[in-house]
């Protein structure tokens, strides 16, 4: 042992450990092995391991498999974690080993040498507490890793709901606020019947919505966990009610109805969950992208564009043009639906690639979803405090585009016919003039009642 490292053995042979790690060997293996993405383990997946493995100590000493002292060393490694000391310690990249091995080894190290040291004796002794031995006791990368992208994905969906949510009450709140906002529709990008900026703005919630739903509708799978399966789902080497006993645990650490799957081998062979999840999660990022398109459209101008909207501004949108102003926000959200839509592509491709008793593409896959969520989260929390709570309606804009626009001699069909109200629609869209102008000029209608009729197609769908 020098200053800098340590020297620790495994069933490779010896290998320098950095000497202040709270990590061992096969840890370090694998750091020098995977210098790949440059980033570690995400922050709810660590906790969530960490979890299992707490879980996992309580539930063999129930057993009687290990004994109180060890147990209360292990436990006691892992709250520690759990308030957020030693993070830093997990370093494995998120391109590594098939299924996990090295994160759950890295997991086994960390709490092994806490507990040890605890216990007075050193960082890389693994006396009396072994990382395989005893933090490891039951377990298998096989059941402990999917089940920790599970945990972490519960942890991170109450956030991702709630960005979701709170972006639907900002378009809602809009479209109460704008329910009698008369504008001109839109089909194929061109001129359609009367609507209301409120319909607009509250079907956009509306759908927002049904993607939290959606989100929300995935837990129950996710809780359904395979801890206890071991090694290929078969249970080797676990005590007792293991299953039982370590989900009531998890249970209990998160809040979660967790509970073990009627079938482990199945939840270690198919990752038909996560896939689910990710969909649900494609599918919002779907929706956000349309719609953030939509308010780009909108508030495009400001004098040669639609401009019936104004997002604020939150930076200077030009290195060169002086004044110029762009919708960042909803630009930043177009690009992290794109990511989203690319991790979920990532996650069909590995959901599919399992073979036999295990899906090897786990850490990768992990890794995916993670991002996807956070992202969204993020991207949504920001487009809704930046720019949809200070949305600004431009009425009078949309008041001139309603009375211009020659998709308003549709409300003509049931008093003239399709035919002579197309002949209308043509007029106003060669010569210029309003509908409600030529409707006058041919003594069907006066100004004053065309303008009440618009009113009540735009609101009510009454003509």
Same mark, same amino acid.
Request: net charge negative; hydrophobic share 45%.
């Given at each position: 042992?020098?200053?800098?490292?340590?020297?620790?053995?495994?069933?490779?042979?010896?290998?320098?450990?950095?000497?202040?790690?709270?990590?061992?060997?096969?840890?370090?293996?694998?750091?020098?092995?995977?210098?790949?993405?440059?980033?570690?383990?995400?922050?709810? =997946?660590?906790?969530?391991?960490?979890?299992?493995?707490?879980?996992?100590?309580?539930?063999?000493?129930?057993?009687?498999?290990?004994?109180?002292?060890?147990?209360?060393?292990?436990?006691?490694?892992?709250?520690?974690?759990?308030?957020?000391?030693?993070?830093?310690? =997990?370093?494995?990249?998120?391109?590594?080993?098939?299924?996990?091995?090295?994160?759950?080894?890295?997991?086994?190290?960390?709490?092994?040498?806490?507990?040890?040291?605890?216990?007075?004796?050193?960082?890389?002794?693994?006396?009396?507490?072994?990382?395989?031995?005893?933090?490891?006791?039951?377990?298998?990368?096989?059941?402990?890793?999917?089940?920790?992208?599970?945990?972490?994905?519960?942890?991170?969906?109450?956030?991702?709901?709630?960005?979701?949510?709170?972006?639907?009450?900002?378009?809602?709140?809009?479209?109460?606020?704008?329910?009698?906002?008369?504008?001109?529709?839109?089909?194929?990008?061109?001129? +359609?019947?009367?609507?209301?900026?409120?319909?607009?703005?509250?079907?956009?919630?509306?759908?927002?919505?049904?993607?939290?739903?959606?989100?929300?509708?995935?837990?129950?799978?996710?809780?359904?966990?395979?801890?206890?399966?071991?090694?290929?789902?078969?249970?080797?080497?676990?005590?007792?009610?293991?299953?039982?006993?370590? +989900?009531?645990?998890?249970?209990?650490?998160?809040?979660?109805?967790?509970?073990?799957?009627?079938?482990?081998?199945?939840?270690?062979?198919?990752?038909?969950?996560?896939?689910?999840?990710?969909?649900?999660?494609?599918?919002?990022?779907?929706?956000?992208?349309?719609?953030?398109?939509?308010?780009?459209?909108?508030?495009?101008?400001?004098?040669?564009?639609?401009?019936?909207?104004?997002?604020?501004?939150?930076?200077?949108?030009?290195?060169?043009?002086?004044?110029?102003?762009?919708?960042?926000?909803?630009?930043?959200?177009?690009?992290?639906?794109?990511?989203?839509?690319?991790?979920?592509?990532?996650?069909?491709? #590995?959901?599919?690639?399992?073979?036999?008793?295990?899906?090897?593409?786990?850490?990768?896959?992990?890794?995916?979803?993670?991002?996807? #969520?956070?992202?969204?989260?993020?991207?949504?929390?920001?487009?809704?405090? =930046?720019?949809?709570?200070?949305?600004?309606?431009?009425?009078?804009?949309?008041?001139?585009?309603?009375?211009?626009?020659?998709?308003?001699?549709?409300?003509?069909?049931?008093?003239?016919?399709?035919?002579?109200?197309?002949?209308?629609?043509?007029?106003?869209?060669?010569?210029?003039?309003?509908?409600?102008?030529?409707?006058?000029?041919?003594?069907?209608?006066?100004?004053?009642?065309?303008?009440?009729?618009?009113?009540?197609?735009?609101?009510?769908?009454?003509?």
């Amino acid at each position: 042992m020098t200053d800098q490292y340590r020297i620790e053995k495994d069933s490779l042979g010896q290998f320098q450990v950095p000497a202040d790690a709270w990590y061992g060997i096969q840890t370090a293996r694998a750091v020098i092995n995977f210098p790949i993405s440059g980033r570690g383990p995400d922050r709810d =997946f660590v906790l969530a391991h960490v979890r299992i493995k707490r879980a996992a100590a309580v539930a063999n000493r129930e057993a009687a498999w290990l004994d109180d002292k060890l147990c209360d060393a292990i436990v006691a490694a892992c709250d520690k974690i759990l308030g957020g000391e030693y993070l830093d310690q =997990f370093v494995v990249d998120r391109f590594q080993a098939g299924a996990g091995t090295s994160h759950n080894m890295n997991s086994n190290e960390v709490i092994a040498n806490l507990a040890n040291v605890a216990l007075s004796g050193e960082k890389g002794v693994y006396r009396p507490v072994h990382p395989n031995d005893h933090v490891n006791m039951g377990q298998s990368t096989n059941d402990t890793i999917p089940t920790a992208i599970r945990l972490a994905a519960l942890a991170k969906l109450p956030r991702l709901i709630a960005a979701v949510k709170r972006m639907a009450d900002e378009y809602a709140r809009i479209g109460a606020e704008e329910v009698d906002t008369v504008k001109s529709g839109r089909t194929h990008l061109q001129d +359609a019947v009367p609507t209301t900026l409120g319909r607009e703005f509250s079907a956009y919630a509306w759908t927002l919505r049904r993607c939290a739903q959606r989100l929300e509708e995935t837990r129950g799978a996710l809780c359904e966990i395979g801890l206890g399966g071991s090694a290929a789902g078969t249970g080797l080497n676990t005590s007792p009610n293991y299953p039982v006993n370590a +989900a009531v645990e998890l249970a209990w650490l998160t809040g979660e109805p967790i509970h073990p799957a009627t079938d482990l081998a199945a939840q270690m062979q198919s990752t038909a969950d996560i896939q689910r999840l990710s969909s649900a999660i494609r599918d919002l990022a779907l929706e956000v992208t349309r719609i953030s398109n939509d308010l780009r459209l909108l508030a495009s101008g400001p004098r040669t564009g639609l401009g019936e909207i104004q997002l604020p501004p939150v930076q200077p949108g030009s290195s060169i043009m002086p004044g110029k102003v762009n919708p960042v926000m909803f630009e930043m959200l177009n690009q992290v639906c794109f990511q989203v839509l690319g991790q979920d592509a990532a996650i069909a491709y #590995m959901t599919q690639a399992g073979q036999l008793e295990l899906n090897v593409m786990m850490p990768a896959m992990g890794s995916a979803l993670f991002d996807a #969520m956070d992202w969204l989260t993020n991207g949504l929390n920001a487009a809704t405090e =930046f720019n949809l709570q200070c949305l600004k309606v431009d009425r009078e804009r949309c008041k001139e585009f309603l009375h211009i626009s020659c998709g308003l001699a549709t409300l003509l069909n049931g008093q003239i016919g399709y035919a002579a109200a197309a002949e209308i629609a043509k007029e106003s869209e060669k010569s210029g003039k309003p509908v409600r102008d030529i409707v006058a000029a041919r003594g069907l209608m006066a100004v004053d009642a065309f303008d009440e009729l618009v009113l009540k197609a735009a609101r009510d769908g009454v003509v």
